[in-house]
């Protein structure tokens, strides 16, 4: 019975078979047929599901594309070259053109670089899911809106009947009335 009445909603609708639909588009059709709401919080669902690796890679991102990053590394660079340029003197362990921190600023850029690619691959994967859930949200508000013009057609409609149809009998009435006044003033 249910499954009968999705189908004809869907038909009704989208003027499209149920069977014909995404699988996505029936989804929201059985929704609105069981009168379930789709919105959810994709952020809490995407959030509370992350392994300790990705919550690792997202901190990492979060701490390297901040100003306080920029500021530790720029901080980090004036010491180690004041500390081998000038207070070390002819005793430094790393003298111009600082190869070995070339060397660690590599390394540090291929460790940091693919992590952070993880974290905007899982924000790409969120963006994703944000936007499929807005296509059914929109899809659903869009239906039911549809039916909504039609409920208020069918209102229209049946008043308009139902003027019509008083209009009649009054007109019926009019006519009995003209006639009565009509076969009195006949003589």
């Not at 069977?19 to 047929?33: F, G, N, T, W």
């Not at 430094?92 to 992590?115: G, K």
């Not at 790409?124 to 039609?150: F, Q």
Request: aromatic letters at 8%; a negative charge.
């Amino acid at each position: 019975m249910m499954e009968q009445h999705v189908k004809e909603l869907a038909e009704r609708l989208l003027n499209a078979g149920f069977d014909d639909l995404p699988e996505r588009e029936r989804r929201v059709i059985h929704r609105i047929a069981d009168r379930i709401h789709i919105s959810k919080n994709i952020n809490r669902e995407f959030h509370d599901n992350r392994t300790f690796g990705q919550r690792l890679a997202d901190q990492v991102a979060e701490f390297g594309g901040s100003w306080s990053f920029i500021s530790l590394c720029g901080t980090v660079l004036a010491v180690w070259i004041g500390l081998n340029t000038w207070l070390l003197g002819r005793e430094t362990f790393d003298p111009y053109p600082f190869v070995f921190l070339n060397l660690i600023l590599s390394m540090l850029a291929a460790l940091q670089a693919p992590i952070i690619m993880m974290s905007q691959n899982r924000q790409s994967a969120k963006d994703r899911l944000a936007a499929a859930n807005d296509y059914e949200i929109n899809l659903k508000a869009e239906l039911e809106i549809i039916s909504l013009h039609e409920k208020f057609d069918q209102m229209r409609n049946d008043q308009l009947t139902s003027l019509i149809e008083s209009q009649e009998r009054q007109i019926e009435i009019l006519t009995t009335l003209v006639e009565g006044l009509a076969s009195e003033r006949r003589p």
